[in-house]
Structure formats: structure tokens, C-alpha cells
């Protein structure tokens, strides 16, 4: 079955400091991972995709099948980083499997 | 740029009544989903909706809901006899012509049972 795991429910790191929240996913196939965003009072926005490989925000997302990790980086957090960042995967369904999420809280 | 819209923002009921949650998906999305979030815990999904039926169903998707698309532009939840445990925030999401692309997700219903 899909599992994604978030160890972390909470990373509170200082302005300027490097942030990864960590993603580990199992599923048997070739599934697609997203990282999305919730702001305080918003909704739910995709952040990344593994397969665009792009940066947003200064974040990107390595998809390392070895290890089944998509872990999310920035090299140098900002305050207004601080949001709930929640690790999906999809398989061949679309459904999404989201992880437990990990509040990330950028300190001033 | 289009969004996800979904009525109420918040719905309290009587444990036992029926509850219909509203989602407006963007307009050129053909597949739809809808997400739970019970406080303090993960988003799970619940349903996903293709070309007006149902494509796949959670364990959690029980007989006491059902989805609809009535009128080609909405997209509805029905939960039939409410339960204490069906208190949540009730996402909804679509996606464009294929699956596995980026689902857009509403603001969600907070859903409260008494």
C-alpha cells in the first residue's frame, strides 16, 4: 500500500538557516511525489512536483528512489517560509497520499 | 487565475441529519476529488470522480456518502446520517484533462457535528 511519512511535525528553524523537511514514501510502482504548502488561513497550494524538477520559492525536491525519499531543501529560510508543508504521492489512480505534514516555523 | 471554490466555509449539524458540502471546480477540470481532515490529523482521501462516476473510493467512503455532479458545474458531497466522527475539514480538489497532474485544492468546509 502507498504510505508517505513526515517524522517531523514540527521544524523551527532560524531566518537564514537551511531548512529540509523530510519526505519517505513507499509504494510498489513508479509514483509521483508533490510537496504542498497551507499558509496560515489558506489553502492548500502545490509547492512542487518531482517530475518538473523546478526551484519555487528557493525550495527544490530530490527524488531519490534508492533511499524513497523526496526530501523538501532551501538553502536559506525566510519568515515567510513558516506555513504546514504536507509530502504527497500519487500512483496510477491520481489519488493523492499525503503524509502527516511537518510545520515549519521560521524564527526571527 | 481560477480557483477551487467550495460553500459553506463552516456547516455545524445534528448528529443523524444530512449534510450536502458544495465544491465548484475550475471549469476546463475534468477530474475530482474530495479530501477529509479530521483536527490533528492527515489529509485522507475519500473519493475521485471522472466523467460522472466514480473512479475510485476509500475505505472511509461508506455507504452514508455519495457525490454528484448535477448540474455540470458543481460537484457535491452528501453525507446521509451524519456521525460525531465525520466532524472534519472537507477538502475538495480537481485536476486537469489527465490524472496525475497537479490538483488544485479549496478552501474547504469545516464540517462540525453536535
Known amino acids: 500500500a502507498q504510505r508517505v511519512t513526515q517524522p517531523e511535525k514540527l521544524l523551527s528553524v532560524f531566518k537564514g538557516a537551511p531548512v529540509e523537511l523530510k519526505c519517505n514514501y513507499s509504494?510498489?510502482?513508479?509514483?509521483?511525489l508533490f510537496w504542498y504548502v497551507q499558509y496560515s488561513r489558506q489553502r492548500l497550494q502545490l509547492l512542487l512536483r518531482?517530475?518538473s524538477r523546478e526551484s519555487i520559492k528557493g525550495f527544490t525536491a530530490d527524488l531519490n528512489k534508492g533511499e524513497t525519499s523526496f526530501h523538501l531543501k532551501k538553502p536559506f529560510a525566510q519568515e515567510e517560509d513558516s506555513a504546514m508543508y504536507y509530502c504527497?504521492?500519487?500512483?496510477?489512480?491520481?489519488?493523492?497520499?499525503f503524509g502527516q505534514g511537518t510545520t515549519l516555523q521560521v524564527k526571527p | 487565475e481560477p480557483e477551487v471554490t467550495q460553500t459553506p466555509s463552516h456547516q455545524v449539524t445534528q448528529m443523524g441529519q444530512e449534510v450536502i458540502l458544495r465544491c465548484v471546480p475550475i471549469?476546463?477540470?475534468?477530474?475530482f476529488y474530495w479530501y477529509r481532515q479530521i483536527l490533528g490529523q492527515k489529509v485522507e482521501f475519500l473519493v475521485s470522480?471522472?466523467?460522472?462516476?466514480?473512479?475510485?473510493k476509500s475505505e472511509i467512503f461508506d455507504d452514508q456518502f455519495s457525490v454528484e455532479r448535477p448540474d455540470g458545474s458543481n460537484f457535491t458531497l452528501k453525507i446521509r446520517s451524519t456521525k460525531l466522527e465525520d466532524s472534519a475539514m472537507y477538502f475538495c480538489?480537481?485536476?486537469?484533462?489527465?490524472?496525475?497532474?497537479?490538483?488544485?485544492f479549496g478552501d474547504g468546509t469545516r464540517l462540525s457535528i453536535l
Open positions: 504527497a504521492s500519487s500512483g496510477n489512480t491520481g489519488k493523492l497520499i
Open positions: 509504494y510498489s510502482g513508479s509514483p509521483e
Open positions: 518531482h517530475i
Open positions: 471549469s476546463n477540470h475534468l477530474y
Open positions: 470522480f471522472y466523467n460522472n462516476e466514480i473512479s475510485e
Open positions: 480538489a480537481s485536476s486537469p484533462q489527465y490524472s496525475n497532474q497537479p490538483q488544485h
